[in-house]
């Protein structure tokens, strides 16, 4: 095509920025003409109750619910699905931000809409969700500022080998029990769902243990291993030494390395030391506790798992039902909202026009530029 051009056109840099607005206005007027056949397909699919639906697609308005959940990273909150993003600002005049880190993790969960339960395998969703945690931190911030600094977000930066060098932003977007949600999917025979505890030392990932879903908002089909949470290393406060008999030898250089105040990773793969793999957590002085109290148990490392009281059989729901609502595999719509069905497609409405308008006047001016250049030779 380049070629092509060029022996009409001389190729300079509004030539080049004609063909960039080209091809991204074609882009958003087609995604927005798919937004579009989306938003009808809503519109003319009728919102069934869980007892009467049948297979097919299908919308059911109802609260989330299950027998166990797992811990989001940041906020450290009970939820069936989370997604937590951290953003970084680049080098440079622009400042743009760039993502580096990404972490989705889900189970099996239950909607419930007063008529019945009804299984809901989240992988492969167009996620809606409302954000429980947005924070931004400067760079000086890291530095000065240490015991400020949220530990889970410590924890988890740490998981991902971000190094807090520049500016930060983090988001954590989460489903949460007795939630109200919109879904829309595909009712189907169960292919193999169960709803199982988070088991995170399971050597191959199946259809009932969680998932980790890649970036963007829709999770992709294929499955892998959970990020493996890091050794968490508590210095207790106060002018007493900690106790380091039961510490580990690295446990012990990452604590002295941690009270001298470096944190530079080079610093610590020098010492033998993975920053990546240990995170440091400073502890406030422990609470007197009386001769008759139970001893406090143990924090256990994120994500945890909360069962029910039964962990073996939960009270309330079929681990194993016969129908399950997830992502058909003729028909792609599969949406999860935590708007209702008419705030969701009244959004989709508003998101699609803008797209189809935008990109057609985004082609339009890329053509006029492109016929303009051709004009001046």
Same mark, same amino acid.
């Given at each position: 095509?380049?070629?092509?051009?060029?022996?009409?056109?001389?190729?300079?840099?509004?030539?080049?920025?004609?063909?960039?607005?080209?091809?991204?206005?074609?882009?958003?007027?087609?995604?927005?003409?798919?937004?579009?056949?989306?938003?009808?397909?809503?519109?003319?699919?009728?919102?069934?109750?869980?007892?009467?639906?049948?297979?097919?697609?299908?919308?059911?308005?109802?609260?989330?619910?299950?027998?166990?959940?797992?811990?989001?990273?940041?906020?450290?909150?009970?939820?069936?699905?989370?997604?937590?993003?951290?953003?970084?600002?680049?080098?440079?005049?622009?400042?743009?931000?760039?993502?580096?880190?990404?972490?989705?993790?889900?189970?099996?969960?239950?909607?419930?809409?007063?008529?019945?339960?009804?299984?809901?395998?989240?992988?492969?969703?167009?996620?809606?969700?409302?954000?429980?945690?947005?924070?931004?931190?400067?760079?000086?911030?890291? !530095?000065? +500022?240490?015991?400020?600094?949220? *530990?889970?977000? %410590?924890?988890?930066?740490? #998981?991902? /080998?971000?190094?807090?060098?520049?500016?930060?932003?983090?988001?954590?977007?989460?489903?949460?029990?007795?939630?109200?949600?919109?879904?829309?999917?595909?009712?189907?025979?169960?292919?193999?769902?169960?709803?199982?505890?988070?088991?995170?030392?399971?050597?191959?990932?199946?259809?009932?243990?969680?998932?980790?879903?890649?970036?963007?908002?829709?999770?992709?089909?294929?499955?892998?291993?959970?990020?493996?949470?890091?050794?968490?290393?508590?210095?207790?406060?106060?002018?007493?030494?900690?106790?380091?008999?039961?510490?580990?030898?690295?446990?012990?250089?990452?604590?002295?390395?941690?009270?001298?105040?470096?944190?530079?990773?080079?610093?610590?793969?020098?010492?033998?030391?993975?920053?990546?793999?240990?995170?440091?957590?400073?502890?406030?002085?422990?609470?007197?506790? !009386?001769? +008759?109290?139970?001893?406090?148990? *143990?924090?256990? %490392?994120?994500?945890?798992? #909360?069962? /029910?009281?039964?962990?073996?059989?939960?009270?309330?729901?079929?681990?194993?039902?016969?129908?399950?609502?997830?992502?058909?595999?003729?028909?792609?719509?599969?949406?999860?909202?935590?708007?209702?069905?008419?705030?969701?497609?009244?959004?989709?409405?508003?998101?699609?026009?803008?797209?189809?308008?935008?990109?057609?006047?985004?082609?339009?001016?890329?053509?006029?530029?492109?016929?303009?250049?051709?004009?001046?030779?």
């Amino acid at each position: 095509m380049t070629v092509c051009l060029s022996l009409f056109i001389s190729i300079n840099f509004l030539t080049i920025l004609s063909l960039i607005a080209i091809a991204g206005g074609l882009y958003f007027f087609f995604t927005g003409f798919h937004l579009l056949a989306r938003k009808r397909l809503l519109l003319t699919t009728p919102t069934s109750k869980i007892r009467s639906a049948a297979l097919g697609l299908v919308e059911i308005t109802g609260t989330a619910g299950g027998p166990y959940t797992i811990s989001a990273p940041i906020t450290g909150k009970p939820c069936f699905l989370y997604r937590t993003t951290a953003w970084q600002q680049r080098d440079g005049k622009k400042q743009e931000w760039e993502r580096v880190a990404d972490e989705t993790l889900h189970l099996p969960f239950f909607i419930d809409d007063s008529t019945g339960q009804l299984l809901i395998e989240p992988l492969g969703a167009d996620l809606d969700l409302h954000r429980d945690f947005r924070e931004e931190y400067a760079a000086s911030f890291f !530095s000065s +500022n240490l015991d400020d600094v949220p *530990p889970r977000v %410590s924890v988890f930066l740490s #998981r991902h /080998g971000v190094v807090p060098g520049r500016r930060l932003r983090v988001e954590e977007r989460s489903i949460k029990p007795e939630e109200t949600l919109f879904i829309a999917g595909t009712l189907t025979e169960n292919p193999g769902v169960q709803v199982r505890p988070f088991s995170p030392r399971r050597d191959s990932p199946d259809n009932d243990s969680p998932r980790s879903d890649g970036p963007g908002n829709s999770a992709p089909n294929n499955i892998s291993e959970p990020f493996p949470a890091p050794q968490i290393i508590r210095l207790a406060s106060g002018t007493a030494p900690a106790s380091t008999q039961e510490m580990s030898q690295q446990a012990r250089i990452a604590a002295a390395l941690t009270r001298a105040g470096i944190t530079s990773p080079e610093a610590w793969s020098a010492a033998g030391v993975s920053y990546q793999s240990l995170a440091v957590e400073e502890n406030e002085p422990p609470a007197t506790v !009386s001769a +008759n109290a139970e001893p406090p148990l *143990p924090e256990a %490392s994120l994500p945890e798992v #909360r069962p /029910g009281e039964d962990q073996a059989k939960p009270p309330g729901f079929n681990l194993n039902p016969p129908v399950v609502l997830m992502k058909g595999a003729n028909n792609p719509t599969f949406v999860i909202s935590f708007r209702s069905q008419k705030e969701f497609v009244s959004a989709l409405a508003w998101k699609s026009a803008a797209m189809v308008w935008g990109g057609g006047a985004l082609t339009l001016l890329g053509l006029y530029m492109l016929l303009a250049q051709m004009e001046l030779l």
